[in-house]
């Protein structure tokens, strides 16, 4: 069994920096891409960045520039530094992953972690 589970949340004023983190864990093969998506109140679900098992990383406009994602294939741990942080990056940030098991890639969320900017 593959469970996401995300950690970085909470509450931090405009101008400010948060940091999330996403562990995979369970019978992995091997992880292929991994992102970060937020979804606000009323919104759809959408990108914020994606990286590559390779460490190629690409960014929604959203956050481009205020953002770095990374990971580490050894932890099967991706990471999200947010900087300069704006209300209206309010919303709740879940973790995604392309995780092989056997011969077969699934696609797994995280639970969610909430990230609150206030003005």
């Known amino acids: 069994q593959v469970q996401l589970v995300e950690s970085g949340g909470g509450l931090v004023q405009a101008g400010g920096s948060l940091g999330l983190s996403c562990a995979a864990s369970?019978?992995?093969?091997?992880?292929?891409?991994m992102g970060w998506y937020r979804q606000a109140p009323g919104k759809q679900r959408e990108l914020v960045a994606a990286?590559?098992?390779?460490?190629?990383?690409n960014y929604a406009d959203s956050l481009k520039g205020r953002s770095t994602i990374s990971r580490d294939n050894a932890k099967n741990t991706v990471y999200l530094q947010m900087n300069s942080l704006k209300p209206e990056d309010t919303a709740v940030y879940y973790c995604?992953?392309?995780?092989?098991?056997?011969?077969?890639?699934?696609?797994?969320w995280g639970q969610g972690t909430q990230v609150t900017v206030s003005s």
């Open positions: 995604n992953a392309k995780i092989k098991i056997g011969l077969r890639t699934y696609n797994f």
């Open positions: 369970g019978s992995i093969s091997s992880i292929n891409d």
């Open positions: 990286i590559t098992s390779g460490g190629s990383a």
